[in-house]
């Protein structure tokens, strides 16, 4: 398995520390999220450096979130940075819009974002991706309608994150019908009830959520990565979870999270 740190995963540790995790932890990449108050090629340099490779780049911008004209300027950066980040994936991930009238309008409108930036991100030589997100305002997380999106726009990949999925559908039976567009997975651990309880969130799937170390909660993620063929395999796979207790560092969170991670093989 080509574990990959999720850097965010990481809080405000300096990225120092999360080149040193990584490599403490036998991860094999990096995917940056967002930059961490550091310029693109300082976070390329210190990854050369270690022998990590940079699996993506995860852009966080929110211009065209917040209804701001100028942003396809915001994602000409973020292009630009993992350019200069030498990633070969850049995520954008589909957070509602601050004026979100309806599921079907965000994704109308994402999908013309969408074609514009990947016809920016394809004559770069990047592979633009989105993901479900976990949201219960989300309105692109279950396999349908990530295809409504990959549909409009050919070409457009997919970041498969198992536990957004799971927020609103059957993760094991999206990934079936999303595997061909798949090039990069996250996953995580949620606790799951049918009521309300400490910390949890009613997702919309009707169910609560509430973060979970993996290994520590209801996801059977085991029974989820069993269903990957050798080509998916191949994949990088971000651990996105930290020690929600509190109890732990940063490094033992991560090498237990990476061993059980080993043994869904």
């Known amino acids: 398995m080509k574990i990959c740190m999720m850097s965010l995963m990481m809080g405000s540790a300096p990225v120092e520390e999360i080149v040193s995790t990584a490599l403490a932890c036998n991860m094999e990449a990096i995917d940056w999220i967002g930059l961490h108050e550091q310029k693109a090629s300082y976070l390329r340099k210190i990854c050369d450096d270690n022998g990590l490779h940079i699996a993506a780049h995860t852009m ?11 942003y396809l300027d915001e994602f000409k950066a973020s292009l630009d940075d993992a350019c200069v980040l030498g990633a070969p994936v ?21 999908a013309e ?5 990947y016809e920016l991100a394809s004559k770069a030589g990047v592979t633009l991706t989105l993901e479900s997100t976990g949201f219960p305002n989300s309105p692109i997380s279950t396999a349908e309608e990530c295809l409504e999106i990959l549909n409009q726009v050919p070409g457009l990949k997919v970041t498969f994150d198992q536990g957004n999925v799971a927020t609103a559908a059957d993760p094991n039976d999206a990934f079936l019908k999303l595997r061909n567009y798949v090039v990069h997975f996250h996953v995580k651990d949620w606790l799951v009830k049918d009521t309300p309880f400490e910390n949890a969130e009613k997702k919309r799937c009707g169910k609560y959520f ?3 170390t993996i290994g520590e909660g209801n ?11 050798a080509r998916e395999r191949q994949l990088y796979v971000n651990p996105e979870t930290r020690d929600y207790s509190g109890k732990r560092t940063p490094l033992e969170t991560f090498r237990k ?7 869904w093989e």
């Open 219 to 229: 996801m059977d993620i085991k029974s989820f990565w069993q269903l990957t063929n």
């Open 257 to 263: 999270v990476c061993a059980e991670m080993k043994s």
């Open 60 to 70: 966080l911008k929110w211009g065209f979130i917040n209804g701001d004209s100028n």
């Open 90 to 110: 850049l995520m954008l991930p589909p957070f509602a819009r601050k004026d979100q009238k309806s599921f079907e309008d965000d994704r109308k409108r994402y």
């Open 113 to 117: 974002y969408y074609a514009k930036g």
């Open 210 to 212: 509430a973060d979970a």
